[in-house]
């Protein structure tokens, strides 16, 4: 159901579904479309009543790996390529931040930031930041 707080709705802007629309959901599980459309409140109130959330930048995140690795080279341009590169790598994801917030009593949302973190901070140490590669002007 859309708009009013259904599984389905509410992708596109975002947090417009608040704590009213949460309590309505029927659902078993949100998968939110984009533009975090839940409020945080509505997602922890989802996540008490037992009703899984996987927030909009997970869900997503097969699509933009995907097209990362094809620009990169690493796999090909079609549809099947796509398709297998995002059902590993969402559901290698979900299963993970499911984990986590299980394990650590926490909302999805709060365990995949806390993943992204750690990727971030790990691909910095490993690769670099833009600052670190920008001259600094007190230099010069």
């Known amino acids: 159901r859309g708009g009013d707080g259904g599984a389905g709705g509410a992708g596109g802007v975002g947090g417009v579904r608040t704590v009213g629309h949460a309590a309505r959901v029927q659902a078993r599980g949100v998968v939110e479309a984009a533009n975090s459309p ?10 008490e009543r037992g009703v ?3 927030h909009d930048f997970v869900a997503n995140s097969g699509a933009d790996g995907w097209w990362w690795m094809v620009m990169l080279g690493l796999i090909e341009p079609t549809e099947a390529a796509a398709y297998e590169y995002a059902a590993k790598t969402i559901g290698d994801t979900v299963e993970r931040l499911l984990t986590l917030s299980a394990d ?3 909302t999805p949302r709060e365990a995949a930031v806390e993943i992204a973190t750690a990727n971030t901070e790990r691909l ?3 690769y670099g930041t833009e600052e670190a590669k920008i001259p600094s002007t007190a230099a010069q």
């Open 104 to 106: 650590r009593h926490i």
């Open 124 to 126: 910095a140490r490993e």
């Open 38 to 47: 839940s409020t945080e409140a509505a997602g922890r109130l989802l996540h």
């Open 52 to 54: 899984i959330v996987i």
